[in-house]
């Protein structure tokens, strides 16, 4: 007689299912993920937005400094053991801590945790962080070094 574990037995129904139910455990345990998260960082969670789609938005205060809260967010994210994107537009700036299928994203307005980078020479304007996230300050060639990857 062979024994299996709980988890076993879990991971072998749910390689026989179809796909839409081996997307919805999927997301089940992102979304397990995504609280286990906020739970071990009650400060982040105070301020986040769960939408039932792929992301979380989690805004600074307006009391914060935008940038040292991204950060921070951004380091509590790798000690959780998530993968961190750095992203920016010409709207907003600030992470995407990944959790599986889904994210939560640390951000705040441009203007607030960017700096404009001109890259190439017809005016090509991508937007980069004002700092690495370790929290250390940018300079230019850094910046266009971030939007370049």
């Known amino acids: ?15 026989k299912q179809p796909t839409s139910v081996r ?10 993920q995504v ?3 906020l739970a071990a960082n009650p400060d982040l969670a105070e301020q986040a937005t769960v939408h039932l789609a792929r992301y979380t938005h989690i805004v600074p205060p307006a009391d914060a400094d935008p940038v040292a809260f991204i950060v921070d967010a ?3 994210g790798r000690e959780f053991g998530a993968t961190i994107e750095e992203w ?12 599986g299928p889904l994210y939560v994203s640390v951000y705040t307005t441009a203007d607030r945790v960017c ?7 017809i005016e090509d304007v ?24």
Do not use: C, W
């Not at 007689?1 to 390689?15: G, H, K, N, V």
């Open 1 to 15: 007689m062979t024994i299996t574990s709980p988890a076993q037995t879990s991971e072998t129904l749910a390689s």
């Open 23 to 32: 997307d919805a455990l999927e997301y089940a345990s992102a979304y397990e």
């Open 35 to 37: 609280a286990a998260f």
């Open 74 to 76: 951004a380091k509590k």
């Open 88 to 99: 920016a537009d010409g709207k907003h700036g600030g992470v995407k801590i990944h959790l």
């Open 115 to 121: 700096r404009k980078v001109v890259v190439g020479v």
């Open 126 to 149: 991508k937007y980069a962080l004002v700092v690495d996230l370790d929290g250390n300050p940018r300079k230019d060639a850094d910046q266009a070094e971030a939007v370049a990857q």
